[in-house]
């Protein structure tokens, strides 16, 4: 150690924590759908639009908060995140009020993407700065609090739409997160260029304030394989997470009515949740010890064996098990890429590059859905679309191989050269 006085690293992360619960909400944004279709006689594919307007701005918005924090710094970007979060959810909240489709599209749909792309960009990009020895484990604890957000408004807003309202409900958590995300955001600082963490011996030839530009990333080929790996798993999860309440309902005896139907899927989502969660911290803990690569890989063909087995199942608990182990990976993926760009990339402009490879999430947040949706109202089923997932899981594993790091990558020259 050098003798220099740092921040605690684990209330920094800790602050990234808070943060990540509550962007993590936009995963529950479901249970706003029935109160909002019934109050205002819109359709559930109008309702939907928000969701996805939300992640495509997402998408948008890491790819410029990723450039701002490089340059300006997080906090600033994270404070963005929290105001924008928090104000458009409230704007949600008035738009529900006045019984404005389009409101609701402006306030979740922009304004809170935006937020969510500055908000969910920070806390990555800054701690695997503050965790050059963890880097999984730390990137995992970051999106599992993402994960696990969706749990929360799972569990407080039924009851909170029961006895006040669908707009209440949006004014209260708008205050919420206006005030917790953004005080979160003001921890959201970055370490020095020298930073070591006690105790920690760095791997020969690495150094925390290498590496590649994004222009540099841009050209290499392994921003393009590290991408298409994001995409392919994200896209078959959020695929999955778009149709699971309607999947497990079609499972259930004819016999119950749609009021209970909806209330038991609603319990087998809550769990889902929460392994989606663990999945993230697990998933990106093991990729510490046997390496992203592998991971990915694993990824990618249990996955395909999933999905495929899913495709005859007929029975509840199958179901609920195999789900679960889909959600788990779909957060692995999201938790151990943060650390496989940083590992190959470097850490200096880690944020503008991961904030354009999450560009990924937004193409696969609009394809994901609407493949299941569209095959589903063609075919009358969901089994085609879940071999169709299974087969492109087992192509992709082509891509695992192909993104090994070269002997002599392009951080290694510079560290040389510098």
């Keep these: 150690m ?20 509550c962007l993590g909400t936009v995963y529950g944004w479901s249970v706003f759908t029935k109160p909002l279709m019934a109050a205002h006689n819109w359709s559930n594919s109008d309702v939907t639009l928000t969701f996805t307007i939300a992640i495509g701005c997402l998408a948008i918005s890491s790819a410029i908060g990723g450039y701002i924090l490089d340059t300006k710094g997080a906090r600033i970007v994270a404070t963005m995140g929290g105001v924008l979060f928090g104000i458009g959810t409230l704007i949600t909240g008035f738009g529900d009020q006045i019984g404005s489709l389009g409101v609701i599209y402006l306030g979740y749909g922009l304004v809170c993407g935006l937020g969510l792309g500055f908000g969910y960009i920070t806390p990555i990009a800054t701690l695997v700065k503050w965790f050059p020895d963890k880097r999984g484990l730390i990137t995992g604890l970051a999106v ?44 959201m600082i970055e ?11 760095p791997p020969a030839g690495s150094k925390a304030s290498a590496g590649m530009t994004l222009g540099e990333a841009i050209h290499s080929k392994y921003f393009y394989l590290l991408w298409a790996m994001l995409f392919l798993n994200i896209t078959a999860g959020i695929a999955l997470i778009s149709q699971a309440s309607p999947m497990a309902q079609d499972l259930m005896p004819s016999t119950m009515s749609a009021a209970e139907k909806a209330k038991q899927a609603g319990a087998i989502l809550g769990i889902f949740a929460i392994i989606n969660g663990l999945g993230r911290l697990f998933w990106a803990s093991v990729s510490d010890k046997i390496g992203r690569r592998t ?63 999450l560009t990924a999430w937004g193409a696969a947040g609009i394809m994901g859905p609407m493949l299941f949706a569209s095959i589903r109202q063609s075919s009358g089923n969901y089994s085609q679309a879940l071999v169709i997932t299974s087969v492109t899981l087992v192509v992709a594993l082509i891509l695992p191989v192909l993104a090994a790091p070269p002997k002599t990558n392009a951080i290694q020259t510079k560290i040389t050269k510098g």
């Design 2 to 21: 050098d003798g220099k006085k740092y921040p605690n690293r684990w209330l920094i992360a800790l602050a990234g924590i808070v943060m990540q619960i």
């Design 191 to 201: 370490p020095p260029a020298d930073y070591v963490p006690e105790g920690w011996i």
């Design 295 to 357: 991971v990915f890989f694993i990824l990618f063909g249990t996955q395909a064996v999933a999905f495929y087995f899913l495709s005859s199942v007929g029975d509840m608990m199958m179901f609920t098990i195999v789900c679960s182990y889909i959600y788990a990976c779909y957060g692995g993926g999201f938790a151990t890429m943060p650390a496989y760009a940083a590992d190959v990339f470097g850490t200096k402009y880690v944020g503008r590059i991961y904030g354009w490879m």
């Design 144 to 187: 599992m609090g993402f994960g696990l957000g969706s749990l929360l408004l799972t569990m407080l807003s039924p009851g909170m739409i029961a006895s006040m309202g669908t707009a209440m409900t949006f004014y209260i958590f708008g205050g919420i997160f206006l005030v917790a995300v953004t005080a979160a955001a003001q921890l």
